[in-house]
């Protein structure tokens, strides 16, 4: 699929914003707006948004099956997403659409659902700390365009042990202050489903208007982009006799 005909949902909690001056400072409309507009200038055209405190937090059944990659970016109330709403993002996702996770979204129901583990691991939070991502799958679609790093001079930390299931490809290493190191670009497999976690964009800072982390997300959202593949089917075959 070429990035003008992907359908793009952008989903963010979008409570930080409303309660957090300093977050509203930085995204005054929202983490999902700028987003929204850095995958619209790689070309992408059909960029929805939607929110926690939408009805159905914007993601009913009508938009799901119209959306082939969601993104998703949650962190200060993921424990009031519905389970319904995450079951149906779970089939959706099981049937084929993509979906990006962000940052403190790897704590989220859905990330921890297609998972299957506690996805925790270290943080700290520091206005002096800086990040270095480094590329380490150059030949990989996600890391197209991109440098052998990318720095970011602002960056919450987050440290190993990051409990995930082995990643079927690992695009990104983070590299903090500290002398901690993270795997910040993960991709795996889930049913007919592709998922990509990122790690950069804490809430305090402006990283969802760098133009390599822009680049990213766009990559990563066409890599996740779902794919003409068969659909199996399951359950009881036909007779041996009917073979014959």
Same mark, same amino acid.
């Given at each position: 699929m070429g990035t003008e005909t992907l359908r793009v949902t952008v989903w963010n909690e979008g409570r930080h914003e409303k309660t957090h001056a300093e977050?509203?400072?930085?995204?005054?409309?929202g983490l999902h707006s700028v987003i929204a507009e850095g995958l619209q200038a790689h070309g992408y055209t059909q960029v929805r948004t939607a929110t926690l405190d939408d009805p159905e937090h914007g993601l009913t059944e009508a938009v799901l099956a119209e959306t082939d990659v969601l993104l998703w970016w949650g962190h200060m109330a993921h424990g009031e997403v519905q389970d319904a709403v995450v079951e149906r993002v779970y089939r959706r996702v099981m049937d084929g659409m993509g979906l990006v996770v962000l940052h403190s979204g790897h704590f989220s129901k859905i990330f921890k659902r297609l998972m299957g583990t506690s996805c925790d691991l270290k943080w700290r939070e520091h206005d002096q700390e800086n990040e270095r991502l480094w590329v380490v799958a150059p030949a !990989?679609?996600?890391?197209? =365009?991109?440098?052998?790093? #990318?720095?970011?001079? !602002?960056?919450?930390?987050? =440290?190993?042990?990051?409990? #995930?299931?082995t990643p079927d490809e690992l695009v990104l290493v983070s590299w903090f202050k500290g002398g901690e190191v993270f795997r910040s670009g993960c991709c795996w497999q889930r049913g007919r489903g592709r998922v990509f976690y990122f790690r950069p964009g804490h809430e305090t800072f402006p990283t969802y208007y760098d133009a390599q982390v822009r680049r990213v997300i766009a990559n990563g959202v066409k890599w996740a982009a779902p794919v003409n593949a068969a659909a199996p089917t399951y359950g009881n075959r036909i007779p041996l006799e009917s073979l014959d």
């Open positions: 977050v509203t400072k930085v995204y005054p409309n !990989h679609p996600i890391a197209a =365009g991109l440098p052998e790093y #990318i720095d970011l001079a !602002h960056e919450e930390m987050y =440290g190993e042990h990051f409990d #995930i299931p």
